[in-house]
T-cell receptor, first 110, second 119 residues
Framework: GQSLEQPSEVTAVEGAIVQINCTYQ??????LSWYQQHDGGAPTFLSYNALDGLEETGRFSSFLSRSDSYGYLLLQELQMKDSASYFCAFSSGGYNKLIFGAGTRLAVHP | SAVISQKPSRDICQRGTSLTIQCQVDSQVTMMFWYRQQPGQSLTLIAT?????????ESGFVIDKFPISRPNLTFSTLTVSNMSPEDSSIYLCSVVVVGGPSREADTQYFGPGTRLTVL
């Protein structure tokens, strides 16, 4: 079957670094995406990895290891506004269909 | 990127009725999808809206319950039929844009969602 696993909750303090892990299982895999969703808002795209390695976008970085079926999202210099849910998702089927993980709720404290 | 609007933003409906949700995009897109998200939960793909042909439904979702139309590249509707309280959820459309760099092709943009409550 197809599935993704990520922690349900993560807590951190302002200015810290946090890593949200995601492991996946699927027979067809095209890439791993990360989305951020604030309460009451729509999911917004953060990052995408099609190949192994690290992708950096400002304070956010994402990593993928296809051989380990594993990826992570790294958030640096945490700010209060980073408190949100973060979803990993993989592309399956070759036409951008996304399967989402259950989401990780990040709480950033002063 | 793409700007997506959905109508209505929220609605409260009676059991047994139907609601049609509209999704409008400001640019031509290749793919349009409909998702459901219950409060505090993840997103579940309902179907892929195909232009000019029947939608492609995911396991557990059927056309009679969730009929979808996509008459052109920028507009789609999802109908939630014969509603029950279990259909209370947020319904989101998402799109993949046309003609961007490869990263754009892998990026989905989501509409603001329609919050549906069924009594």
């Amino acid at each position: 079957g197809q599935s993704l696993e990520q922690p349900s909750e993560v807590t951190a303090v302002e200015g810290a670094i946090v890593q949200i892990n995601c492991t996946y299982q699927t027979s067809g895999f095209y890439g791993l995406s990360w989305y951020q969703q604030h309460d009451g808002g729509a999911p917004t795209f953060l990052s995408y990895n099609a190949l192994d390695g690290l992708e950096e976008t400002g304070r956010f970085s994402s990593f993928l290891s296809r051989s380990d079926s594993y990826g992570y999202l790294l958030l640096q210099e945490l700010q209060m506004k980073d408190s949100a849910s973060y979803f990993c998702a993989f592309s399956s089927g070759g036409y951008n269909k996304l399967i989402f993980g259950a989401g990780t709720r990040l709480a950033v404290h002063p | 990127s793409a700007v997506i609007s959905q109508k209505p933003s929220r609605d409260i409906c009676q059991r047994g009725t139907s609601l049609t949700i509209q999704c409008q995009v400001d640019s031509q897109v290749t793919m349009m999808f409909w998702y459901r998200q219950q409060p505090g939960q993840s997103l579940t793909l309902i179907a892929t809206a195909n232009q000019g042909s029947e939608a492609t439904y995911e396991s557990g979702f059927v056309i009679d319950k969730f009929p979808i139309s996509r008459p052109n590249l920028t507009f789609s509707t999802l109908t939630v039929s014969n509603m029950s309280p279990e259909d209370s959820s947020i319904y989101l459309c998402s799109v993949v844009v046309v003609g961007g760099p490869s990263r754009e092709a892998d990026t989905q943009y989501f509409g603001p969602g329609t919050r549906l409550t069924v009594l």
